[in-house]
C-alpha cells in the first residue's frame, strides 16, 4: 500500500530556533498534502493544505509567517516552524493524496512528528 | 456545516465484551466519505475503514464491524470479543470532496482489561 514517512519523528529544540519536518509520499505522487496539529489528548486539526507548485492554504487562526510550508515537489512537503515556542510543542501530522485513485479519494497519514520545545 | 460527533469521550470494557463506538456525521454534501482510525500509543494513525455515501453496505472484518445509516447520519463501530491489544483512541472522520482533508471527530478512548 502507499507509504507517507515523515522525519523526524520526534525533535526537541530551543525556544527561538526554527524546526523543519518532512513530508514524503514514498511509493506515489501527491499534488496535495495536509498538515495536521495534534495536541495532548485531543483530536487532528488541519493547519494547511499544500499544494505542489503553489501557495499553501492556511486555516482560520493558523499563522502562516509561523508555519511556513513548501511543496516544491510531488512526493515531498516540507513544514518550518519559525521562530518556536513552548506552545507549539505537538504532534505534527502530514497526508498526502494519492492521485492513482482518481474519484475515490484516499488520504494516507505518516506517522508523525513530535515537536517538544523548551 | 461539516462536523463529526463522537459523544463517548472514554470507554472501559473487560477484554471478550463487546464495544460499540458512536459517530455521527453532519454534511450537506451529497457525496462524502467516512472512515475509522485507530490511534495507539505510538501516535500513528492506522486505517480501518472508508465508506462512500452511497454504499451503504454495513461491513465485516474479523472482529471489526461497521454499521452506516443515512437516515441517521451515523457511522457506528463494533469490536466483538474485545482484546487488550484494541486499547487505542479512534477517530471518526469525514472527508468532502476528493482533495480537500478530513474532519476528524473528538475521538474515543478504548481501554480494555484483562
Known amino acids: 500500500g502507499a507509504v507517507v514517512s515523515q522525519h523526524p519523528s520526534w525533535v526537541i529544540c530551543k525556544s527561538g530556533t526554527s524546526v523543519k519536518i518532512e513530508c514524503r509520499s514514498l511509493?506515489?505522487?501527491?499534488?496535495?498534502m495536509f498538515w495536521y496539529r495534534q495536541f495532548p489528548k485531543q483530536s487532528l486539526m488541519l493547519m494547511a493544505t499544500?499544494?505542489?507548485?503553489?501557495?499553501?492554504?492556511?486555516e482560520q487562526g493558523v499563522e502562516k509567517d509561523k508555519f511556513l510550508i513548501n511543496h516544491a515537489s510531488l512526493t515531498l512537503s516540507t513544514l518550518t516552524v519559525t521562530s518556536a515556542h513552548p506552545e507549539d510543542s505537538s504532534f505534527y501530522i502530514c497526508s498526502a493524496r494519492d492521485l492513482g485513485t482518481g474519484w475515490a479519494d484516499t488520504q494516507y497519514f505518516g506517522p508523525g512528528t513530535r515537536l517538544t520545545v523548551l | 456545516a461539516q462536523k463529526v460527533t463522537q459523544a463517548q469521550t472514554e470507554i472501559s470494557v473487560v477484554e471478550k465484551e463487546d464495544v460499540t463506538l458512536d459517530c455521527v456525521y453532519e454534511t450537506r454534501d451529497t457525496t462524502y466519505y467516512l472512515f475509522w482510525y485507530k490511534q495507539p500509543p505510538s501516535g500513528e494513525l492506522v486505517f480501518l475503514i472508508r465508506?462512500?455515501?452511497?454504499?451503504?453496505q454495513n461491513e465485516i472484518s474479523g472482529r471489526y464491524s461497521w454499521n452506516f445509516q443515512k437516515s441517521t447520519s451515523s457511522f457506528n463501530f463494533t469490536i466483538t470479543a474485545s482484546q487488550v491489544v484494541d486499547s487505542a483512541v479512534y477517530f471518526c472522520a469525514l472527508g468532502r470532496q476528493a482533495g480537500t482533508a478530513l474532519i476528524f471527530g473528538k475521538g474515543t478512548t478504548l481501554s480494555v482489561s484483562s
Open positions: 465508506r462512500n455515501s452511497f454504499d451503504e
Open positions: 499544500s499544494n505542489e507548485g503553489s501557495k499553501a492554504t492556511y
Open positions: 511509493d506515489f505522487q501527491a499534488t496535495t
